[in-house]
């Protein structure tokens, strides 16, 4: 199946800095690319829809200005936490979407945790 | 907005068994999709099984099924003979998209499917 890369895997960050995600469809390319976050034991919840050369969708209660997405090419997306604080420690995973009618593909994740 | 409501927090099952997953869910739509996931303790995202609602068929992989009823709302998981290795999250998600549509993923809260050896 097609590959999504997500990096990094995990990260520690001090409160008030901020840390970049990077989501990359290796051998496809992604007319969109989704962000979720999923606390300990929760389910996953979408933050933003990116397209390519366009500003991301954010979901309602997802601070646009926090989590910053840019989705430059079709093979890559980025996530951008600034000014995290600890209450921002969580798991996000990307996904993208191939846009030829199979499902999106996962990326392994990124645990974050501000400290 | 659409929402997924998986109702067993927890389930178990002895290895060799069958065990069923629940998963109703709320649209307004009559085209979209409809997704199984298995999250082991990796946390990567593996799709188990997609149904597309204009599909009267019910989906099948392997020992994986669903039971797929439309005027209820209704998509659960038939796992048959469970194996070890089945054991994770599981989650139930709905999309307009195949791929995720312009909305994304709606996922149900998880079921934590324990293999008893």
């Known amino acids: 199946g097609a590959v999504v890369s997500q990096h990094p895997s995990w990260v520690i960050c001090k409160s008030g800095t901020s840390v970049k995600i990077e989501c990359r469809s290796l051998d496809f390319q992604a007319t969109t690319m989704f962000w979720y976050r999923q606390f300990p034991k929760q389910s996953l919840m979408l933050m933003a829809t990116?397209?390519?050369?366009?500003?991301?969708?954010?979901e309602q209660g997802v601070e646009k200005d926090k989590f910053l997405i840019n989705h430059a090419s079709l093979t890559l997306s980025t996530l951008t936490v600034t000014s995290a604080h600890p209450e921002d420690s969580s798991f996000y995973i990307c996904s993208a979407d191939p846009g030829t009618g199979t499902e999106a593909f996962f990326g392994q994740g990124t645990r974050l945790t501000v400290v | 907005a659409q929402t997924v409501t998986q109702s067993q927090p927890e389930m178990s099952v002895q290895e060799a068994e069958t065990v069923t997953l629940s998963c109703t869910y709320d649209t307004s739509e009559s085209d979209y999709y409809l997704f199984w996931y298995k999250q082991p303790p990796s946390r990567q995202m593996i799709l188990v099984i997609r149904?597309?609602?204009?599909?009267?068929q019910n989906a099948t992989e392997n020992r994986f099924s669903v039971n797929f009823q439309k005027a209820a709302k209704s998509f659960s998981l038939k796992i048959s003979d469970s194996q070890l290795g089945d054991a994770a999250m599981y989650f139930c998600a709905y999309s307009l998209g195949s791929g995720g549509g312009a909305d994304g993923l709606t996922f149900g809260k998880g079921t934590h499917l324990i293999i008893q050896p």
């Open positions: 990116s397209n390519e050369g366009s500003k991301a969708t954010y």
């Open positions: 149904q597309e609602a204009y599909k009267q």
